[in-house]
């Protein structure tokens, strides 16, 4: 059993900054491949970015990569969200899940474990 508490969410103006961190509890942590996933109201949950068990390998929708890295810190049972230029159109909410396996890490259904969510509102 995998528990996670997403933080880190907030208010900020667009092209600010958040860094989003998602921490997990028990000693499996590592086994485990990490995602960010966000929903936006009246839209389905999207895949945001993703990151194998060792860091090694990092996986993201096409239209955030650049603005958005992830990452991920074993040591600390904890997987980040670096967002930079944000806009409007960011404003959701984030959610953190941990998976054992699968074969496209953009599934949310492959996901084992999910963190409740954290607000993320970009101003205009």
């Known amino acids: 059993q995998v528990q996670l508490v997403e933080s880190g969410g907030g208010l900020v103006p667009a092209g600010g900054s958040l860094r989003l961190s998602c921490t997990a509890s028990?000693?499996?942590?590592?086994?485990?491949?990490m995602g960010w996933f966000r929903r936006t109201p009246g839209k389905e949950r999207e895949f945001v970015a993703a990151?194998?068990?060792?860091?090694?390998?990092?996986y993201y929708t096409v239209a955030l990569k650049g603005r958005f890295t992830i990452s991920r810190d074993n040591a600390k049972n904890t997987v980040y969200l670096q967002m930079n230029s944000l806009k409007p159109e960011d404003t959701a909410v984030y959610y953190c899940?941990?998976?054992?396996?699968?074969?496209?890490?953009?599934?949310?259904?492959?996901?084992?474990?999910w963190g409740q969510g954290t607000q993320v509102t970009v101003s205009s």
């Open positions: 899940a941990a998976r054992s396996g699968g074969f496209d890490y953009s599934t949310k259904s492959e996901y084992n474990y």
């Open positions: 028990g000693r499996t942590f590592s086994s485990y491949s």
């Open positions: 990151i194998n068990w060792t860091g090694a390998n990092t």
